[in-house]
């Protein structure tokens, strides 16, 4: 799979099911799908929605994993960012009116393999790969698109990942450390 995953009419219609999704929440009425859905938005995909406030994040979450149809998986996550995510209080009406959505659809994650960590640095692209990690009973996620607003370089990257796993900023370099690359195609409304 690229990672031009939906055309222009479906990222738009994608967008609006999770607005009209958290405003029907906020007004305690239920969400009414709309009829006749692509066909890619009943394939299992990986996605997190992400809501931002003048450029501040405000929510984000997502299955990383392919384990729902895309459609079941942005009105889950778009709920969980903005009424469930730990990082800040759920989302209120005055607040919605100000929102902008970012959806990113993800391929799936795929394990690098590598001989010795320092491969990580030629094998990984910032602004192309996502990126989780996995050590023991700690596990974290970032974007493709954080180090690039962030303006971290590969190592940078790798060292915040850790970070987001509650693990030591070099737990990327340890033998039993698994990292997992995936691409995303991010969209976002346009204000």
């Given amino acids: 799979m690229s990672s031009e995953v939906l055309n222009k009419f479906e990222q738009e219609l994608l967008l609006k099911i999770a607005r009209d999704n958290i405003k029907t929440h906020l007004s305690y009425e239920p969400y009414e799908a709309p009829n006749n859905l692509p066909v890619v938005f009943h394939e ?10 003048n450029n501040n994040l405000r929510g984000c979450i997502g299955y990383p994993e392919p384990i729902k149809p895309l459609f079941d ?10 009424f469930e995510d730990p990082r800040f209080l759920p989302l209120t009406k005055n607040e919605f009116e100000n929102i902008t959505i970012e959806i990113s659809v993800l391929t799936k994650p795929q394990e690098v393999v590598v001989q010795n960590y320092e ?25 493709p698109q954080v180090p690039v607003e962030q ?37 976002q409304e346009k204000k």
């Fill in 73 to 82: 998986a942005v009105l889950d996550v778009s709920l969980s960012a903005a």
């Fill in 151 to 187: 303006n971290w370089d590969i190592k940078e990257f790798l060292e915040n990942l850790c970070y987001k796993a509650g693990l030591n900023s070099d737990a990327w370099k340890m033998e039993d450390t698994k990292i997992y690359n995936f691409q995303a195609q991010v969209f």
């Fill in 119 to 143: 491969e990580y640095l030629e094998k990984l692209t910032v602004g192309v790969d996502g990126l989780i990690i996995e050590y023991k009973f700690n596990r974290g996620l970032l974007l």
């Fill in 44 to 53: 299992k995909l990986g996605v997190f929605v992400t809501l931002n406030i």
